[in-house]
């Protein structure tokens, strides 16, 4: 039993061995001229032995169209299949293999695949195909030739360059183009010839390069970071045509005596704006330098493009100051000296009290003057800090200090009025109005002196009147000797020198009266430094004496009486006498404070 089980195992795997599958002849590559007929063999065991032409069954319609067709037999057991096809263009590079199967079994295996290659027709190109132009009109095309077999040489090469063809049998050729359109994309293709014919073509484009009439503008900006300069450079190529582009770019550096410290080029790569950009980074101590940019592609240089000066401006010199009118200040200075290629944008201007120290006012200069006009007519003293400013930013600043103080202005209007009498003296008051109109012309202080013909000085002080406000009035009243001529003067001054004295005259001669009594007397007007002839009246009393006539009147006779009693009453009515001084207007101009000792009252307008 066993022994028949072994039997059946054995025939079992002969049969499988007798009926596999198996390919025993390979079919082999062909290389054929066009339109030729070729033929491709295989033998194999099994129950099918069949071609496929590019993985479809040779007995396809589609396969059989383009000129395929396949048989095959069987001699004792061996299988011999043929596939004969047509060497047509379009089945250059066919892949053919042989398949052979069995049922029982089921089992398929494939042969080697087998290449259909047309002579001349190689589905490679010309390789490496490039360009080099030598110069905007001319360019030099170069090509590797393809791959082919060692009988059929390629005998030239077909190039179509717009609307010119050209054959040569070199790898290389110039192309030149006479008043070459720069926008206009020039499309060339080069295909291999041998005795078949032309072969596939492979395809270059370029355009031909032309210097653009205008210079496209050019922008070179720098950035500070901390001790690091960096120049941002930017080409607008907006209006240019693309064989206009530039395809160099040189950027110098140069310091003041033109010798190059630096020279690097940019990447020449358009952007989505149109623009090429780059960056570049200056050597280090270079406080002034010169940014050359020029230009080029294989048309030729560029026009010129003008310098680029960069530097830290010096301090600028010689700053000056005066005081054009009352108030109206004028600042001039020089500019900083400078390479001519630097530009100075503008002048920072800081005006500071020169006595507090405070920051006054900053502005932006374009010129090399300034002028304004000092509201505040207390400050007298400015110091000006003045800076260039370029792309660099702030210069070196420089600085001077100018002093407009001037000697104050003489008092040209006040008043005076006696306004009591008694015993021993008079007391007399003084209004002087003070305003400011000028810048400088504050007084620091105020000296009053009062003097009498026939005592001398009674008065005399001087008084801080730096921080007082303006307009003010002067105001008080001082007791000074009976039956005077006497004048209240007053000095303004501060560091510049002191004003002409202001002279105001009055007197204090008392009324006759058998009593005292307070008398009022209109304010008096004086010019600076004299005292006005109007304005002291002298009161003359007038005494008589009725006792002498009253004896003669009683001696003479009782009639007489009537007449001297009518001249007594008469004299009587002259027991008062007053005086009278005008008033005129003038000018107003500074500042006093308070009169201390003399009972002085201060009370400013505002």
């Known amino acids: 039993m066993q022994s028949e089980m072994l039997l059946q195992i054995f025939f079992l795997q002969l049969f499988q061995f007798i009926y596999s599958a198996e390919i025993t002849f390979q079919p082999v590559s062909i290389n054929t001229t066009l339109n030729s007929t070729v033929v491709?063999?295989?033998?194999?065991?099994?129950?099918?032995?069949?071609?496929?032409?590019?993985?479809?069954?040779?007995?396809?319609?589609?396969?059989?169209?383009?000129?395929?067709?396949?048989?095959?037999?069987?001699?004792?057991?061996?299988?011999?299949?043929?596939?004969?096809?047509?060497?047509?263009e379009y089945n250059n590079n066919t892949e053919v293999k042989c398949r052979a199967s069995t049922d029982e079994?089921?089992?398929?295996?494939?042969?080697?695949?087998?290449?259909?290659?047309?002579?001349?027709?190689?589905?490679?190109?010309?390789?490496?195909?490039?360009?080099?132009?030598?110069?905007?009109?001319?360019?030099?095309?170069?090509?590797?030739?393809?791959?082919?077999?060692?009988?059929?040489?390629?005998?030239?090469?077909?190039?179509?360059?717009?609307?010119?063809?050209?054959?040569?049998?070199n790898k290389s050729i110039i192309l030149s183009a006479t008043n070459p359109d720069p926008c206009i994309l020039n499309n060339v293709s080069v295909s291999p010839i041998n005795d078949v014919g032309i072969g596939s073509s492979n395809n270059i484009s370029?355009?031909?390069?032309?210097?653009?009439?205008?210079?496209?503008?050019?922008?070179?900006?720098?950035?500070?970071?901390?001790?690091?300069?960096?120049?941002?450079?930017?080409?607008?190529?907006?209006?240019?045509?693309?064989?206009?582009?530039?395809?160099?770019?040189?950027v110098s550096i140069l310091n003041t005596d033109n010798a190059v410290i630096n020279n690097t080029s940019i990447p020449t790569q358009v952007n989505d704006q149109l623009m090429i950009t780059g960056v570049i980074t200056v050597p280090n101590n270079l406080n002034t330098f010169i940014v050359n940019v020029s230009l080029s592609n294989n048309g030729g240089e560029y026009l010129p493009i003008p310098s680029f000066g960069f530097g830290f401006l010096g301090p600028v010199t010689n700053i000056d100051s005066s005081i054009d009118n009352c108030s109206t200040i004028d600042i001039t200075w020089t500019a900083p000296t400078a390479d001519d290629r630097v530009s100075i944008l503008y002048y920072i201007l800081r005006i500071y009290d020169a006595i507090t120290g405070s920051l006054v006012d900053t502005v932006a200069v374009y010129d090399t003057s300034y002028q304004f006009v000092d509201n505040n007519l207390f400050f007298h003293r400015y110091t000006y800090v003045i800076t260039g400013v370029n792309e660099l930013g702030e210069g070196i600043s420089n600085n001077d200090t100018f002093s407009y103080q001037r000697v104050p202005r003489t008092v040209t209007e006040a008043g005076s009025d006696i306004l009591t009498f008694n015993q021993s003296s008079a007391t007399a008051s003084f209004n002087i109005p003070i305003t400011l109109e000028c810048t400088g012309e504050?007084?620091?202080?105020?000296?009053?002196?009062?003097?009498?013909?026939?005592?001398?000085?009674?008065?005399?002080?001087?008084?801080?009147?730096?921080?007082?406000?303006?307009?003010?009035?002067?105001?008080?009243?001082?007791?000074?000797?009976?039956?005077?001529?006497?004048?209240?003067?007053?000095?303004?001054?501060?560091?510049?020198?002191?004003?002409?004295?202001?002279?105001?005259?009055?007197?204090?001669?008392?009324?006759?009266?058998?009593?005292?009594?307070?008398?009022?007397?209109?304010?008096?007007?004086?010019?600076?430094?004299?005292?006005?002839?109007?304005?002291?009246?002298?009161?003359?009393?007038?005494?008589?004496?009725?006792?002498?006539?009253?004896?003669i009147i009683i001696i003479t006779a009782v009639c007489v009486t009537v007449l001297v009693f009518a001249v007594y009453k008469r004299n009587r009515n002259r027991a008062t006498s007053s005086q009278h001084i005008s008033t005129v207007p003038n000018a107003a101009y500074e500042d006093i404070n308070k009169f201390n000792k003399l009972n002085i009252n201060v009370n400013p307008a505002y």
């Not at 071609?51 to 040779?58: D, K, M, S, Y």
């Not at 360019?139 to 050209?166: E, Q």
């Not at 020198?497 to 009266?513: C, V």
């Open 40 to 88: 491709f063999s295989c033998e194999g065991t099994g129950d099918e032995l069949s071609f496929r032409v590019n993985n479809t069954p040779a007995d396809d319609g589609a396969v059989i169209a383009k000129g395929f067709s396949a048989t095959s037999t069987d001699n004792d057991g061996t299988r011999r299949a043929v596939l004969q096809a047509i060497a047509y």
């Open 105 to 169: 079994p089921l089992q398929v295996v494939f042969s080697d695949t087998a290449i259909l290659m047309i002579q001349g027709l190689l589905d490679s190109v010309v390789f490496y195909l490039d360009y080099t132009f030598i110069n905007g009109f001319s360019v030099l095309l170069t090509w590797t030739a393809p791959y082919t077999l060692d009988n059929v040489p390629i005998t030239g090469y077909y190039i179509v360059n717009g609307l010119v063809n050209i054959t040569t049998t």
């Open 206 to 250: 370029f355009y031909y390069e032309t210097v653009p009439l205008i210079t496209p503008p050019v922008s070179v900006v720098p950035v500070i970071d901390g001790q690091l300069i960096s120049l941002n450079i930017s080409i607008d190529v907006s209006t240019l045509c693309k064989g206009e582009y530039p395809n160099s770019i040189t």
């Open 442 to 551: 504050a007084p620091e202080n105020a000296t009053v002196t009062i003097q009498c013909n026939g005592t001398g000085a009674v008065y005399y002080s001087t008084y801080l009147v730096a921080n007082a406000h303006l307009p003010m009035n002067i105001t008080g009243s001082v007791p000074v000797p009976l039956h005077q001529q006497c004048t209240i003067t007053v000095v303004f001054s501060n560091e510049a020198g002191s004003s002409e004295p202001f002279i105001l005259a009055f007197d204090t001669t008392l009324p006759i009266s058998n009593t005292p009594s307070p008398t009022n007397t209109p304010l008096v007007t004086s010019t600076p430094g004299i005292t006005s002839p109007n304005s002291t009246v002298i009161i003359i009393p007038v005494v008589i004496s009725l006792t002498i006539v009253i004896i």
